[in-house]
């Protein structure tokens, strides 16, 4: 009965490669959203989404594209990886839009050899 | 812009009280929150302030918040060593869509 969940937890790859993250969260929340945690724990918002409105922080590179099939899950979909592309993502998800709670998932950490 | 900011290390003594401070530079967030991360682990919603409010006391957690200064601060009572792990303070940017975190205070609770 996990709120926040992601697969998969670990992904090594090689760079050139193309790979998607999966996040799903069953809270009922309209909000999703996908951050980055780099080598010294710096966490920074990439994406936020509900069903009207993606917003994407200018400085992520196109290469990233969030995908949401339905309401309850936000996939990550990354082209072409690159070296400085390894990081933990983090996927979150707030009952609405500005303002509310944000609950984590457990993370997945990405290796681009 | 927003900017939130943390010291980078504390460590203390199992039993004794931790300090952990943040400054931030947007006052709309309507909630402030503290997130804890252990080693290898996700991030977990420890408690959050409302902004409207100056304390908030959890069990062994409590939260101050100076508005004026823009200051907030989590004090945990009686740390033990279960208590290690990296504390991120975070409040939402001013179009509310994100929230803004601090580099995080590595706890280091030593028995």
């Known amino acids: 009965d996990t709120a926040v969940s992601q697969t998969p937890k670990y992904l090594v790859t090689q760079m050139g490669n193309d790979k998607s993250i999966k996040c799903e969260q069953n809270?009922?929340?309209?909000?999703m959203y996908w951050y980055k945690q780099d080598s010294k724990k710096f966490l920074k918002i990439m994406f936020s989404?509900?069903?009207?409105?993606?917003?994407i922080n200018e400085t992520v590179p196109n290469r990233f594209s969030p995908k949401s099939p339905d309401k309850a899950h936000l996939n990550l979909h990354i082209n072409s990886l690159e070296l400085g592309d390894s990081a933990v993502y983090f996927c979150?998800?707030?009952?609405?839009?500005?303002?509310?709670?944000?609950?984590f998932g457990p993370g997945t950490r990405l290796t681009v050899l | 812009g927003e900017d939130v900011e943390q010291s980078l290390f504390l460590s203390v003594r199992e039993g004794d009280s931790s300090v952990i401070n943040c400054t931030y530079t947007?006052?709309?967030?309507?909630?402030l929150y503290w997130y804890k991360q252990e080693p290898g682990a996700g991030l977990q919603l420890l408690t959050y302030?409302?902004?409207?409010?100056d304390m908030k006391q959890d069990q062994r957690l409590t939260v101050l918040l100076n508005k004026k200064d823009k200051h907030l601060s989590l004090r945990i009572a009686d740390t033990q060593t279960g208590d290690s792990a990296i504390y991120f303070c975070?409040?939402?940017?001013?179009?509310?869509?994100?929230?803004?975190f601090g580099k995080g205070t590595t706890l280091s609770v030593s028995s």
């Open positions: 302030i409302f902004s409207n409010m």
């Open positions: 809270l009922g929340h309209d909000t």
């Open positions: 947007d006052s709309s967030s309507t909630y």
């Open positions: 975070a409040e939402y940017n001013q179009a509310g869509t994100a929230l803004i």
């Open positions: 979150a998800s707030s009952q609405g839009g500005a303002g509310d709670t944000q609950y």
């Open positions: 989404y509900n069903n009207k409105e993606l917003i």
